[in-house]
């Protein structure tokens, strides 16, 4: 169990030796339903992420193809495959300046969207909340 007085919070989709199991639903990959503004049911912010992501890009395939993928890693290595030819794309400057607002709104939606949840987060308290993945430096 995390240290009450740590005045930090790890956690990951992986259990560390610093992110434990009881904060896994921080993580993006977390498996919870929520609607988006398209009123399209997402089982995690990872999904609703990647759907977007494809969608802001122009890619209704690859989004339907994100869409239809149920476990976050699957996701990722998925929507890394088919980013690639994208990345070299008039829109991918696009994607960059909105992808941080995507994931917020994503946040945003599972936790208004799940109370259980949104105790659970308020109960980190004013804790710093951090991913622990050292393979992703960007989040």
Same mark, same amino acid.
């Given at each position: 169990m995390q240290n009450k007085k740590d005045p930090v919070i790890y956690f990951s989709s992986r259990l560390s030796q610093r992110a434990k199991s009881h904060?896994?639903?921080l993580h993006s990959h977390y !498996?919870?339903?929520? *609607?988006? /503004? /398209?009123? =399209? =049911? !997402?089982? &995690?912010?990872? /999904? !609703?992420?990647r759907t977007q992501q494809f969608k802001l890009l122009g890619d209704e395939a690859a989004a339907t193809k994100i869409h239809s993928l149920k476990f976050g890693d699957k996701i990722q290595s998925t929507a890394q495959k088919l980013e690639e030819p994208l990345m070299r794309s008039e829109k991918w400057k696009m994607w960059? /300046? &909105? *992808?941080?607002?995507?994931? *917020?709104?994503a946040i945003k939606l599972k936790f208004e969207q799940n109370p259980r949840l949104l105790y659970k987060l308020i109960m980190t308290s004013d804790k710093k909340l951090i991913e622990d993945n050292p393979k992703d430096p960007f989040w």
């Open positions: 904060f896994i639903f !498996y919870c339903f929520f *609607r988006g /503004d /398209d009123l =399209q =049911q !997402y089982h &995690s912010c990872t /999904d !609703y992420y960059e /300046d &909105s *992808r941080v607002n995507i994931m *917020r709104k």
